[in-house]
């Protein structure tokens, strides 16, 4: 055991040598890591100025709540977006006009026929005719452009002067 002891008496300068070493160098350490922690800590606390929150998890928190909501009033737009779309191809938005002479000789082009179709050809005709005498007013549906009454060569045509809107 005195030769352990004699050893370790022998060897103990460089022993505290090694020992004050390591010291030093987890020292360098701990300050480049506090010097590196203060600079971290600068820009969280630049990030973080006015946002009204504390702390990072409570902003982060608030986000995600944010963007959720932002996703369902999105989902909910998008709905309605589709049934606006759906709707909009319904609507009877084009419109074609023939005006013409119905009884030759009996007046000008006062009569007329007036096709008002949506995308899909659906809607009606209507004509006019205007005599000196008389003058009489005719409604014929419409399903896919064609009309399950007879049509004149005028309301055919005021429907190809719709059709050709779209």
Same mark, same amino acid.
Do not use: H
């Given at each position: 055991m005195s030769d352990l002891n004699s050893l370790i008496m022998e060897q103990l300068q460089w022993f505290i040598g090694g020992v004050i070493l390591l010291i030093l160098i987890l020292l360098v350490m701990v300050l480049t890591q506090g010097a590196k922690l203060r600079k971290m800590r600068r820009k969280y606390d630049l990030m973080m100025a006015g946002s009204g929150v504390e702390n990072l998890e409570t902003l982060l928190i608030d986000l995600k709540v944010q963007m959720d909501s932002i996703?369902?009033?999105?989902?909910?737009?998008?709905?309605?977006?589709?049934?606006?779309? *759906?709707?909009?191809?319904?609507?009877?938005g084009q419109v074609g006009i023939?005006?013409?002479?119905?009884? *030759?000789?009996?007046?000008?082009?006062?009569?007329?026929? !007036?096709? !008002?179709?949506?995308?899909?050809?659906?809607?009606?005709? !209507?004509?006019?005719? &205007?005599?000196?005498?008389?003058? &009489?007013?005719?409604?014929k549906p419409l399903a896919?452009?064609?009309?399950? &009454?007879?049509?004149?060569?005028?309301?055919?045509?005021? !429907?190809?002067?719709a059709l050709q809107q779209g």
């Open positions: 996703e369902d009033e999105q989902q909910q737009q998008r709905k309605s977006l589709e049934l606006l779309l *759906t709707k909009m191809q319904q609507v009877k023939k005006r013409y002479n119905a009884f *030759t000789g009996q007046g000008s082009d006062l009569s007329f026929s !007036i096709a !008002i179709v949506d995308e899909k050809k659906n809607g009606v005709v !209507i004509s006019a005719l &205007y005599s000196r005498d008389s003058s &009489y007013v005719y409604a896919v452009g064609e009309s399950s &009454y007879a049509l004149s060569p005028e309301e055919v045509e005021a !429907i190809n002067l």
